[in-house]
């Protein structure tokens, strides 16, 4: 089945700069790629996400990048604010949006 | 997106009692699912609650342990039996909308003791 891979764990970035999580999937036949940030005792919330027919998609501050080859995809962060603060889980849909299957998950800090 | 309700939000249980988790969606959809958050960790997918008919468990998830309703296209149960200390988790209910995207119920937090 497949297998999501996240990195890294942990990542603390001073405020106003970039961050970027990477993950990796298994199988190429996944064809939509969500990401979601949970904050402490809050429930998961989709950000953003890619479908396999695009390769890049944006939204403010917010970028998503997949490599169907290499099977990767990468979340961006630009202009970091504190409230960016959070556990990003990146995930992989064989069937759409209906079986997910989700990475370990990358505890961002944005440090003032 | 569609709003979703759990209830209960928390609950501390003692072993070997079963506990039955509800998921109520404010507009009807086709598909719903039930996760699993240990402490720390990442969302593992337990079953797919199908209306009119069986769940469909992911591997390391059996009926007996996790029974699903699904009776009509706004609502399902999750029941965790025999419970033990292991099964100290959040529990989510999730749809898929219209834009097949997924939403997330806000969770309940189960202690078992």
């Known amino acids: 089945g497949e297998n999501v891979e996240q990195h890294p764990s942990t990542l603390s970035v001073q405020e106003g700069d970039s961050a970027v999580i990477k993950c990796t999937y298994s199988d190429s036949a996944s064809n939509y790629f969500p990401w979601y940030k949970q904050e402490l005792g809050k429930r998961p919330q989709l950000i953003i996400d890619?479908?396999?027919?695009?390769g890049e998609k944006k939204d403010q501050r917010i970028a998503v990048t997949l490599n169907k080859t290499a099977k990767h995809f990468s979340l961006h962060i630009t202009e970091t604010q504190p409230e960016d603060s959070a556990v990003y889980f990146c995930a992989a849909g064989i069937q759409g949006a209906q079986k997910l299957v989700f990475g370990q998950g990358t505890r961002l800090t944005i440090n003032p | 997106s569609a709003v979703i309700s759990q209830k209960p939000s928390r609950d501390i249980c003692q072993r070997g009692t079963s506990l039955t988790i509800q998921c109520q969606v404010d507009?009807?959809?086709?598909?719903m699912f039930w996760y699993r958050q240990q402490p720390g960790q990442s969302l593992t997918l337990i079953a797919t609650a199908n209306q009119g008919s069986e769940a469909t468990y992911e591997s390391g998830f059996v009926i007996d342990k996790f029974p699903i309703s699904r009776p009509n296209l706004t609502f399902s149960t999750l029941t965790v039996s025999n419970m033990s200390p292991e099964d100290s988790s959040i529990y989510l209910c999730s749809v898929e909308s219209f834009a097949d995207t997924q939403y997330f119920g806000p969770g309940t937090r189960l202690t078992v003791l």
């Open positions: 890619i479908r396999s027919n695009v």
């Open positions: 507009s009807q959809v086709t598909m």
